[in-house]
Structure formats: C-alpha cells, structure tokens
C-alpha cells in the first residue's frame, strides 16, 4: 500500500516536471518567434550600412531610415522612436529647410554637417534595433553555428552586454545628481566642462567596473573557451527572418534607380 501511494508520487511528481518543461519550451518557442534570428539581424546591419555609408544618392539613406523606424516601433520602445524622429528631423531640417529660409555660409555648413549626421543618425537606430532584438545568448549559439571564431564572438556578445548598461549607469548617475542637487538642467549648455566633469568620471569610474565584472563572469561561463558546448537555443528560420530577405533584396533592387528617387526637393541628392 505504502509502496503504491510512494509510485503514485514519484509519477506525478515526474508528470509535473515534464509539464513544467513544456511550459517552458512552450513560452521560449513563443518568445523565440516573435524576433528573428540573431544572424539574420548582422546580416541585414551590414548590409544597410553599407549602403547607407556608400555614395549612393541620400534617398537610399532616407529609405533605410525608415526601415530602422519601422524596426525600432516594432520592439516597442516607443522612447527611442521618438527620439530618433527628434534627431532626423533636426538633420533633415539642417539639408533642406535652414539653406532655403536662410541662405548663408552657416547654413551651408550645416547641410553638410546634417548629410552626415543623417546617415550616422540612421545607423544609429539600426543598431538600437540590433541591441533590442538580439539575445546575448542566441548571439553565441548562432555564430558558433556558423564556426565563427571566439576572438569575434567574445567582443560582440561584450559589446551587446555592455551598451544598455552604460545607460542604466548613465540614469543612476543622473538620479546620484538630482538626490544631492547637483542637476544642472538647462545650465549644462553653458557649462559644458563642469558638465562633464561631473557626469563623466563617476560614469568612467562604474563603467570600468561593471566591464571588469562582465569579463571575470564571462570567463566563468566559458565564454572564451575553445571547445564549442552544447546549447539550448534552438536557432530557426522564421517569418521575420524571411520579410528582412525580401526587404534587403528589394532595396538592392532599388538601387539602379535610386538616382530617379526625389523624397525631398533641394538639398543633396
């Protein structure tokens, strides 16, 4: 009797864990849809900035910065659309409108200022598309898959680690500022230095701190491990995966006629 009630518990207890691993699958499975693949993700950064760092006609630039728009709403950090439409528009207005109110040779000065921050601008929100969509974790099992050495996937996976801790770091310091009234607001335009001085040591100081920290837990995991471990990210091509293809081909196939393209009138072409 004892036996039977002791087998039924270990059944269910068994019955539970694998529901419990189901669930789990489930939701990563879930989760893992709804992104695409990490190699898909450098594929199309490269690609696109290439493009956009070419000498192809500026509205080659224009269509990619509307695609990393449609990139960034769609991980819904809704903060940084809006501050990457701030950034284009004040560029945009720097090419196309100042020169026409106010033609002079400042005004020249920042068209050409403006048609290079506008491409660094674009390649800027692609790349905070890239830190949004990638997981650190599938990074490493999708360039291991493709064998590419450790010497790369070690910085890579750092550097995509280490950029969205800059800004936690960045807040707390800001916050540090405010609690001991030390928050210079609006001042801080005119007093650049004491600006930074402030801001920028402390900053430095946790920076080298937390990059210390996220190397000596790296080297735990074995992150620079020559033997390539076994992972438990299952890395497949989906529909996401299949919508960059077709929107990287269609946008090479724009280009022989990317010289007809007129976006805005005026300005560089």
Excluded at 111 to 116: D, F, I, S
Excluded at 190 to 219: I, Q
């Amino acid at each position: 009797m004892t036996f039977q009630c002791q087998t039924s518990d270990l059944g269910s207890a068994a019955s539970y864990r694998q529901d419990q691993v189901t669930s789990a699958e489930i939701l990563a499975a879930n989760q893992r849809h709804s992104r695409p693949d990490p190699r898909t993700v450098l594929l199309v950064i490269f690609v696109l900035n290439a493009l956009v760092m070419s000498r192809l006609p500026i509205a080659i630039t224009f269509l990619v910065a509307g695609i990393a728009l449609l990139a960034l709403l769609s991980t819904r950090c809704y903060s940084w659309v809006l501050g990457f439409l701030a950034v284009e528009g004040t560029w945009i207005a720097c090419i196309y409108f100042f020169p026409k109110i106010w033609p002079n040779a400042f005004t020249a000065f920042l068209m050409v200022l403006g048609y290079w921050m506008i491409k660094l601008c674009t390649v800027g929100g692609l790349a905070g598309y890239a830190i949004k969509a990638i997981v650190p974790g599938e990074l490493v099992a999708g360039l291991r898959s493709l064998r590419i050495p450790v010497a790369i996937t070690v910085p890579l996976v750092v550097l995509l680690r280490f950029i969205p801790t800059v800004f936690r770091e960045y807040r707390a310091v800001r916050e540090a500022m405010s609690l001991r009234g030390l928050q210079m607001g609006w001042r801080a335009l005119f007093h650049p230095l004491h600006f930074l001085e402030m801001v920028l040591v402390p900053l430095l100081a946790s920076c080298a701190r937390t990059a210390d920290e996220m190397t000596a837990a790296g080297m735990v995991r074995g992150l620079g491990s020559t033997i390539c471990p076994s992972t438990l990210k299952q890395l497949r091509f989906n529909r996401l995966d299949a919508l960059w293809i077709l929107t990287l081909i269609a946008l090479i196939a724009l280009i022989p006629y990317s010289d007809h393209l007129a976006i805005l009138s005026g300005g560089f072409k």
